[in-house]
């Protein structure tokens, strides 16, 4: 009895060994590590200090950490960092002292050749010598928030599934009648879902929904170069370019082009619907790639006690 339990776990060894080198030799497909975030914010240490004192003998900086966790590289002009919650004169500054920009680009995350992820820059925006000048008549709890816009691109991908015949049997190549699966680069703006069907002789329809996705809930998304403009006609507005590198596409509902253009998303998402045209004598699948241009707004927020000096 004991035999034929040792040749039972001795086969399970076997068979979880080969399952693993399995799991390890499987490519990885993706282009992109993915997630929802573009810059990760955050308070250095004691930046501010949970406590500090009136009457201007007790200065201190405000350190914005920012961290580019997703895969769009940005350029230092295109990010501005603004303090807000208190007034800057009361503390010794002017408005344009609670305005400021990195000192660096900021490069995006990305996977290597070989699959390993490197990660994106790191950098701190620093306020510094801030000091509360008046006298309180007593100690005051202030809120420091720190309002953080900068441009940002979302990349994905899927495959068309393009036939002579536009139907599906079994053993084709690919398959036109199911939601493929699509590739996003990290960023707050994803594409969901992508789906096709055939819309007549020698084209097909595809449909993909963009979604906005990410984890801060104080993430808003503007029109691209609009310095996140707080206004109507810029707000939840993106730029979208689908290319599958042949003639005949066409899409609607792109403020601007056939391929190209502006879209508002509403509720926080949008379908678009595309045509491609074409003639074919063989099955093949295409990549489509869709990328997606924004102004993305977050915000940082701590308590400040101001303590009254005896």
Do not use: W
């Not at 002017?94 to 390993?116: A, H, Q």
């Not at 079994?170 to 789906?195: A, H, L, M």
């Not at 006609?233 to 899409?251: F, P, Q, W």
């Amino acid at each position: 009895m004991k035999y034929y339990i040792r040749i039972i776990l001795l086969l399970a060894l076997v068979l979880f060994i080969v399952g693993c080198e399995g799991e390890q030799a499987s490519p990885k497909i993706s282009p992109f590590i993915g997630g929802t975030t573009g810059l990760l914010l955050s308070f250095d240490k004691d930046a501010p200090p949970a406590e500090v004192y009136d009457g201007g003998d007790f200065p201190f900086d405000v350190v914005v950490k920012l961290k580019n966790e997703g895969e769009y590289s940005i350029a230092k002009e295109n990010i501005e960092v603004r303090l807000s919650g208190v007034d800057p004169r009361e503390f010794g500054k002017s408005e344009s002292d609670f305005i400021k920009r990195p000192d660096d680009d900021l490069d995006g995350t990305y996977k290597d050749s070989e699959g390993n992820r490197i990660e994106g820059t790191t950098t701190y925006v620093v306020f510094s010598g801030i000091n509360h000048n008046e006298e309180l008549i007593g100690n005051t709890q202030y809120t420091i928030r720190a309002d953080v816009c900068y441009n940002y691109a979302t990349r994905a991908n899927s495959m068309l599934c393009i036939k002579k015949s536009q139907t599906d049997k079994e053993g084709d190549i690919c398959k036109i009648y199911e939601e493929k699966r699509v590739y996003n680069s990290g960023g707050p703006v994803q594409v969901t879902s992508f789906t096709e069907t055939p819309r007549g002789s020698n084209k097909f329809n595809f449909n993909f929904k963009i979604e906005h996705r990410g984890f801060s809930p104080s993430g808003r998304i503007y029109e691209k170069d609009s310095n996140c403009e707080e206004t109507r006609a810029k707000e939840n507005r993106i730029y979208v370019t689908v290319d599958t590198k042949m003639s005949g596409l066409s899409c609607t509902g792109l403020d601007g082009g056939a391929t190209s253009g502006y879209v508002t998303l509403y509720g926080g998402e949008r379908t678009i619907t595309c045509t491609q045209e074409v003639q074919t004598g063989t099955d093949f699948e295409r990549p489509v790639n869709i990328n997606i241009e924004y102004d993305y707004k977050d915000d940082i927020s701590t308590i400040l006690l101001v303590k009254h000096s005896s």
